[in-house]
């Protein structure tokens, strides 16, 4: 499964289980490799200390719905250790900043997405996890508009 397939599969899930909860993990652990190749050929170094700035944080997700899992699952849950491995992840190089309003509506999408997961979830703490992860990937959105009016400035 590549990078994009794992997104649209779990923009059609309304409650999480375990596996959608698993594919997650891989989903946001693969985050961190998706924005590190966006900052490599994006071709601007403040633009590009944006992106990983959002990378790290989809590491940060990883995380967080691990631990929200755990609470799920209950004790003695073990994560299995191909969630650790990246999606494959398909970006041109160089990147075309014509694309990033894409990856904007992905992590508008992806806060809309956390919070309806949350809605149906029946713990609260892992409700709290998910708002959490969801309003964060709205602030990836916010830094990747940053990142579009630095690409515009420096626009000829």
């Known amino acids: 499964m590549d990078f994009l397939s794992a997104s649209l ?17 891989r989903l946001e652990n693969s985050g961190v490799a998706f924005y590190d190749v966006l900052a490599d050929r994006i071709g ?7 992106l990983r ?3 790290r944080e989809e ?3 990883a995380r967080r719905v691990l631990r929200a899992l755990e609470l799920k699952v209950g004790e003695g849950y073990e994560a ?6 990246p999606l494959q992840i398909d970006l041109p190089d160089p990147i075309d900043p ?3 309003p894409l990856i904007v ?3 508008i999408d992806g806060d809309a997405g956390y919070q309806g997961w949350a809605d149906h979830e029946d713990d609260p703490e892992v409700a709290r996890l998910l708002r959490l992860n969801g309003r964060e990937e709205t602030k990836h959105a916010d830094r990747l508009r940053e990142v579009m009016a630095i690409l515009e400035s420096r626009t000829p």
Do not use: I, K, Y
């Not at 599969?9 to 993990?25: F, G, H, T, Y």
């Not at 601007?44 to 944006?50: G, R, S």
């Open 9 to 25: 599969q779990l923009a059609a899930v309304e409650r999480l289980d375990v596996a959608d909860m698993e594919l997650l993990v």
């Open 44 to 50: 601007d170094e403040e633009a590009a200390v944006l």
């Open 53 to 55: 700035r959002n990378g």
């Open 59 to 61: 590491a940060g997700h």
């Open 80 to 85: 299995p250790p191909e969630l650790s491995e």
């Open 98 to 100: 014509a694309m990033l």
């Open 105 to 107: 509506a992905g992590e």
